[in-house]
Each structure stands twice: as structure tokens, then as C-alpha cells.
């Protein structure tokens, strides 16, 4: 992926932003997100918790 300057300068602020989906009952989800420049998955907590992922379909 190639970036413009603009784009790479505006990534390296450090941003949060908000995910949010819909549960089958139609209530919101939110999630706090951020971006990282070496495009790894990170968990943001706010205090130390057990945590299962999901990956693919249905998960």
C-alpha cells in the first residue's frame, strides 16, 4: 500500500476512534480503536481481562 505524504503524516498522530457494529438484537456494539503503522492487531483494555479471538466466518 502506498500512502501520500498528507496521509502518512496524519496516521502518525496519535488518533482513537470508535468501531461500531450491530448485535443480532440490534443493539450497539462500540469498541475503542487505533491505528498502527505496522498494521498488527492490538486489544485495547481498559483493565486486565481474559481475552478469546475470533477469526474467520461466524466468528
Known sequence: MILSPQ???FL????SGIFSTLRPDG????APV???PCFALRILLRR???VIL???HGG
Open 48 to 50: 486486565p481481562a481474559p
Open 54 to 56: 475470533f477469526s474467520g
Open 12 to 15: 502518525a498522530e496519535d488518533y
Open 7 to 9: 496521509a502518512v503524516a
Open 27 to 30: 443493539s450497539p456494539h462500540a
Open 34 to 36: 487505533r491505528f498502527t
